[in-house]
Structure formats: C-alpha cells, structure tokens
C-alpha cells in the first residue's frame, strides 16, 4: 500500500507537458523544412571533428515571446531525433524569457543561484530555473551564462542519460 502511494505521489508530481519549443519536441523526429519555419534554421549533416561524428546541427535566430533568439538545434543520427535546443538572448530580456517559460512549462521544479566570473575578473549573478519531465528530460532557464547572455536550454532524456554515463566513465576512469 505504502509502495502504491509513493509510486502515485512520484508520479503526480512529475510535469505532464510536452517538452517543446514553437512545436520542436525534444525526442521526436524534425525535419530541416519543421525547423526552417519553427525557427528559420538552416542544418547540415553532421561531420566528423578530429575523427570523433558530430550530429547534424541547425541554426536559426526567432523570436520568443517578443525576445528575438539564435537558436541552436542538435539531432541525433538515429532518425533525425531532437536531442538539444539552445536559445540565446540579451540577458535584459530575462523577464520576458522567464514569464513565458512559466507560463509554458509552470512552476519551475528548482531554482538555482550562483555568482559567475568571466576571464577578465568580472563577476555577475546568475539565475537558474529548471523543469524536469517524467522521462529525464529538462528545461533550464539560465539569466547569464556570460556578462551579457542568457540561455534557455531544452535537452532530451536521451541526452542527459549519456552525458551522464559519460561522466561517470570519465570519473571511474580518473580513479584509476
């Protein structure tokens, strides 16, 4: 009974949205025509960079919320799958950014505060807010990531469970 009841309550509060933005859905298929007119992003194939593949990628600049943002699309190699969505933007419109996150996704699921410190010795505070979905996928909503940048980033479930068996190997690695 008590198992039941904490599987129900984990359940209940996990966020029950689509993790999207402008109808790109983290995980699904896009095609380069669903991204030109989500996001006026133009892709290429993917490569290779000192032997290692690298995904097909798209860039695009749109507006949200009447923030105008360069966006930075990555799709996996298996069916063309969205793995990661980047915006950035003037962080003097991280108002606006933020009450159109809440208003798409609600509540956040944590926040987060940190003081950050660029190459030349300058120090600014930042903002983090988060949103998890049940699958592992996460939005984050970063005020600055630089002086004068802020970032909205949508990674899929997919995403986050490899970089973190990469970090773990990287780790158990090191203790070597």
Known sequence: MKTALLAMLILVSAQAFALDLKGV???KPATAAQLK????ATCNHGGKLFGEALPPTCKGRTQI?????DIFVVLT???GRVSSITA???TNFYGQMERAARAKYGAPDGTDHATLQNGFGARFDSQQ????DADGA????FSHISATEGQLLLESASLRAADKAKQEA???KSKM
Do not use: C, P, S, T
């Open 170 to 172: 990287e780790r158990a």
């Open 138 to 141: 996460q939005v984050n909503l």
């Open 88 to 90: 950035h933007f003037d």
């Open 37 to 40: 007119a989500a996001f006026g």
């Open 25 to 27: 859905e983290l995980g």
């Open 77 to 79: 190699d298996k069916g």
């Open 129 to 132: 807010l988060w949103w998890n």
């Open 65 to 69: 919320d009447g923030v105008f943002v």
